[in-house]
């Protein structure tokens, strides 16, 4: 799905636009929370940040080539044509005062030593899934697991695929019970926005303090 709207950036806020209530009124500090968007190769990190941006999405996507032949299966993205080699970062601001802000992790391998660094400060995860090939999201998952990071499993349904119920892809990813498991579309706004909303629901219960 990334390939299918790599080419469709988000146009940004309108100059003109009603700002919201945080950036006009210095005395209401708005509630600033970090939200990691992780899981394999081509999942649709990038669609799931730039559909909810409110901001012009900063991506770090570049052409792919012959050198990565070898290296990122292609097999059910064969329209790629780029790939994200640092992060991708957004900004949504919900409920007026809490504002959330996006990184997405590069899904290649060799890119999993920024993991780190991103996560650092975060409150929760999105693991993106697809049901073609759900063992991509496993270092994701071992990973906030690791590190007690909370997090959610959102299944990214691509067109043309078939859709499973959620409580199959908690038993093929053997998802504890109290981990949310959704299935979205990160092409959608309000899809990605119930997906959010359901991961800070997730933290603050892990994490109340």
């Not at 292609?74 to 809490?98: E, H, N, Q, Y």
């Not at 995860?125 to 959102?154: K, N, Q, W």
């Amino acid at each position: 799905m990334d390939s299918a709207v790599s080419d469709l950036r988000h146009p940004g806020p309108d100059p003109d636009e009603n700002l919201q209530a945080w950036q006009t009124d210095r005395t209401r500090a708005p509630i600033a929370t970090k939200i990691v968007v992780a899981g394999g190769f081509g999942v649709g990190k990038t669609t799931l940040v730039t559909a909810v941006s409110e901001i012009t999405p900063l991506q770090t996507e570049a052409l792919m080539t012959q050198a990565s032949e070898d290296t990122d299966d292609l097999t059910s993205t064969p329209d790629k044509t780029t790939t994200t080699v640092a992060m991708d970062f957004g900004r949504i601001t919900l409920d007026d005062d809490l504002v959330l802000y996006l990184f997405g992790t590069p899904g290649q391998q060799r890119f999993w030593f920024m993991w780190d660094d991103l996560v650092r400060g975060a409150i929760g995860a999105v693991v993106l899934a697809d049901t073609r090939r759900l063992s991509d999201c496993f270092p994701a998952l071992d990973y906030f697991e690791s590190c007690g990071l909370p997090y959610i499993v959102a299944v990214n349904h691509f067109d043309g695929t078939e859709e499973f119920d959620p409580a199959d892809v908690r038993e093929a990813l053997t998802i504890p019970p109290h981990i949310p498991v959704l299935i979205m579309d990160a092409r959608q706004r309000i899809s990605v926005i119930e997906s959010l909303l359901s991961l800070v629901g997730h933290a603050l219960a892990a994490t109340p303090e």
